[in-house]
């Protein structure tokens, strides 16, 4: 090359934009915004809560509307189906709100790699699991009290907080399963790339990986609180009054099972409807806000 040619492309080059070489650090991706995170998703939330109890007070009003026109023995007692229609919404909200707590701290403790946090965990999910819901609720009711008098606890249960604490554990095992599972489908790099940047693991699980598990999750704890609802009725076997409990005493009443256990499977596919219908929509919301 002739020096003329040299100089020329010299002199091309030293125009050029200088280049900076791209940085090879990736830092991790920014956790979805959930419902309720931020001024705009707290007002979302409760828009989302109001509407929910808008429909709830609407179906009850709308059930004690259409009982009272029913026929004898379902039009009598239709109160008493009401009543124990709300006590059974009540109660999943109550044991689904607690239960979701202890999904949360049993899945994250079974997801950690110390063997000595696993193990409680591990066991605790065992033992529920393995056991029925129904020896479940009348072990609270019958014998947890009398154990914590022997060790110096005198703890008095009513029929209601005894269902609560035996549903809330139980629904409580298998979030904690869910809740592992979307742990571990947060990708390994995500947690890595934070670790690298100087987040602890405690800031890692809560800004990072657990936001994305809990979106990845939605659908099957939803699914639990669903399946809570109806398992809900075994509180009948400690005369907590219930759904359940109120057609019994009524077909013992009256001596007319059809009708009345009709009218039970009725209130219980209307309250499992509107649940799945304001759960759907906020995994909908759950979507949206993950984009």
């Known amino acids: 090359m002739s020096r003329d040619a040299q100089g020329l492309s010299s002199a091309v080059l030293s125009r050029l934009p200088h280049l900076e070489p791209p940085m090879t650090t990736s830092a991790p991706p920014p956790p979805p915004r959930l419902p309720g995170k931020g001024p705009q998703g707290a007002g979302t939330l409760a828009l989302w809560l109001l509407g929910a109890a808008a429909a709830f007070t609407a179906l009850f009003f709308l059930i004690t509307l259409v009982l009272r ?133 405690g800031q890692t699980m809560n800004a990072v990986v657990l936001p994305q598990a809990l979106r990845i999750v939605v659908p099957p704890l939803v699914n639990n609180l669903v399946a809570l609802l109806k398992d809900s009725s075994l509180a009948s076997t400690i005369a907590l009054l219930e759904l359940t409990l109120s057609g019994q005493r009524v077909s013992s009443e009256s001596f007319q099972p059809v009708p009345v256990l009709t009218t039970v499977a009725a209130v219980y596919l209307a309250l499992t409807t509107v649940l799945t219908l304001f759960t759907d929509q906020l995994e909908k919301r759950v979507k949206i806000a993950s984009r």
């Open 69 to 201: 026109q029913m026929p004898e023995p379902v039009g009598q007692y239709a109160d008493l189906f009401v009543e124990g229609a709300q006590m059974t919404l009540k109660l999943t909200l109550v044991s689904g709100l607690i239960g979701l707590l202890v999904g949360m701290i049993a899945g994250i403790m079974r997801s950690s790699p110390s063997a000595l946090v696993r193990a409680p965990a591990s066991f605790f999910i065992w033992l529920i699991r393995g056991t029925p819901l129904l020896v479940q609720i009348l072990f609270v009711y019958n014998a947890l009290p009398p154990l914590l008098k022997t060790i110096g606890i005198n703890l008095e249960l009513n029929e209601f907080w005894s269902a609560v604490i035996a549903l809330a554990l139980n629904v409580g095992a298998y979030n904690a399963e869910v809740i592992r599972a979307g742990i571990l489908a947060v990708p390994r790099g995500q947690s890595e790339a934070a670790r690298s940047l100087g987040l602890s693991a």
